[in-house]
């Protein structure tokens, strides 16, 4: 038997045993793939290759739900991971919210270039692998490359219910990467770039190490700026960072639990009117293309603020019905966790600002943020991490910027934006989208 009719043959045993047993449930299985090299001093210092397959259940009973999951397709594995979900249903809290309500839906992603054929020797990943390494080492005061690799992937997802729903999606993906540690007159710098796509000649591996090279060397003179507020343009890396440590304000499963201010704001100002941001289901070249949620529910584009005013929150089919509003097809949930919600890519609009224009005057330019996560609180939107970057007067770099720390509030700083730059830009794993956004202060802890 083929694998996939393995794993086809799997999910319908599951599915008719909970039926049987007079429970609704969905399956997810995730199979997956991976090749990994890393160099070191000019040697392979690690050849990985992996894989991994898991099937979890969902099972909803009397209004009760529990999630189970089984690394094994044989029947008898099968059968205790059902029972264990069946029997953690019967203690769970009832909740006639969530449900199975994917009826029938159909899709397979079908969409040629995520899913490219990968002709690549081993030799030549090989090859790719030491030259990043080597191509760091040769460049002035690189003292070493102590953060280096190249991985390529495929996986596969198969979802399906005991409503007749059966939907897949299969990708393969490619990347590299390069740090540089800079080390001069006794002092150091490091920083590195990557590189993805969805086919091996997609890389870019002098981009990693030229851009992570020029970046470690640049900043290796940094130092604290002036204690005070200023005007602020991320780079879109650090940008995509940012938005990320709040991400969850923009769910409807935190709007459930009310852990976000959000929560009863759609319809209202929540933002500069210049600020258009959307969760777009495909972005040519993007990496998180897929054609159906983790529900069976066709993706779809969602605009979560339109110049300004919140326009809706990320919803599954079980937060839409707790809060009486229609989904937006963002369900989330791998074959190990609980059902919640996930953007596909984040794109900020780009607006009418020129280059010039966004950058004119004096301005922190913030190209890195630490412990973005950890100092960051979604409820009160306070958020305060360390920085390096570059103060900079009319587009160009004044000096180096380290050792400060940058504090404001994520809510506040999106009402206070000075100008949205008119050219689109995209972080290094194809996520997130945006123009250069100038923030007119946010406070600087420096000397």
Same mark, same amino acid.
């Given at each position: 038997m083929s694998q996939d009719k393995q794993l086809l043959s799997a999910v319908d045993y599951v599915l008719s045993e909970a039926k049987r047993q007079g429970a609704e449930a969905d399956v997810i299985v995730n199979r997956s793939n991976s090749f990994s090299?890393?160099?070191?001093?000019?040697q392979l210092d690690e050849y990985k290759v992996s894989s991994s397959q898991v099937l979890g259940v969902r099972v909803v009973k009397d209004a009760r739900i529990a999630t189970s999951y089984s690394e094994s397709l044989e029947e008898s594995s099968l059968d205790l991971m059902l029972t264990n979900a069946l029997q953690s249903a019967r203690f769970s809290k009832q909740d006639e919210h969530q449900t199975i309500s994917c009826v029938d839906s159909k899709i397979t992603t079908d969409i040629a270039e995520i899913a490219q054929e990968d002709t690549t020797s081993a030799d030549d990943k090989i090859a790719l692998s030491l030259a990043l390494e080597k191509g760091v080492l040769d460049l002035p005061h690189a003292s070493s490359a102590p953060y280096n690799g190249y991985a390529d992937g495929e996986s596969q997802l198969i979802l399906a219910n005991t409503q007749?729903?059966?939907?897949?999606?299969?990708?393969?993906?490619?990347?590299?990467?390069?740090?540089?540690?800079?080390?001069?007159?006794?002092?150091?710098?490091?920083?590195?770039?990557?590189?993805?796509?969805?086919?091996?000649?997609?890389? $870019?591996?002098? @981009?990693?190490?030229?851009?992570?090279?020029?970046? #470690?060397? %640049?900043?290796?003179?940094? *130092?604290?700026?002036?204690?005070?507020?200023?005007?602020?343009?991320?780079?879109?890396?650090?940008?995509?960072?940012?938005?990320?440590?709040?991400?969850?304000?923009?769910?409807?499963?935190?709007?459930?639990?009310g852990i976000t201010p959000l929560a009863n704001k759609?319809?209202?100002?929540?933002?500069?009117?210049?600020?258009?941001?959307? $969760?777009?289901? @495909?972005?040519?070249n993007g990496m998180?293309?897929? #054609?159906? %949620?983790?529900?069976?529910? *066709?993706?779809?584009?969602?605009?979560?603020?339109a110049n300004g005013q919140l326009s809706t929150l990320l919803h599954n089919s079980h937060t839409a019905s707790y809060l009486g509003v229609v989904s937006t097809a963002s369900a989330a949930r791998g074959a190990k966790s609980s059902l919640d919600v996930s953007t596909n890519h984040k794109v900020i609009a780009t607006g009418q600002s020129s280059a010039s224009e966004v950058k004119a005057g004096e301005y922190l330019e913030l190209v890195e943020l630490q412990g973005v996560h950890s100092g960051a609180d979604v409820v009160s939107g306070d958020f305060s991490f360390g920085a390096s970057g570059f103060l900079c007067r009319d587009g160009k770099r004044v000096q180096p910027v380290r050792g400060i720390t940058v504090a404001g509030n994520f809510y506040k700083m999106l009402k206070e934006i000075d100008a949205v730059g008119d050219t689109q830009l995209v972080n290094d794993s194809r996520s997130f989208f945006a123009p250069d956004v100038r923030f007119a202060r946010l406070s600087i802890g420096g000397k």
């Open positions: 090299l890393k160099a070191n001093q000019g007749g729903t059966l939907c897949q999606h299969f990708e393969r993906s490619f990347s590299c990467y390069a740090y540089t540690l800079f080390e001069k007159d006794g002092k150091q710098s490091m920083a590195g770039k990557v590189s993805v796509g969805r086919r091996f000649d997609e890389l $870019d591996p002098s @981009y990693c190490i030229e851009q992570g090279y020029n970046l #470690a060397r %640049d900043l290796l003179d940094g *130092a604290p700026v002036a204690t005070g507020e200023y005007s602020a343009i991320f780079d879109v890396g650090a940008l995509s960072s940012l938005f990320g440590a709040f991400g969850s304000a923009f769910s409807g499963v935190s709007a459930m639990k759609v319809g209202q100002s929540v933002a500069s009117e210049l600020i258009t941001l959307t $969760d777009a289901a @495909y972005m040519p998180a293309i897929a #054609a159906f %949620d983790s529900e069976g529910f *066709a993706t779809q584009d969602n605009v979560l603020i």
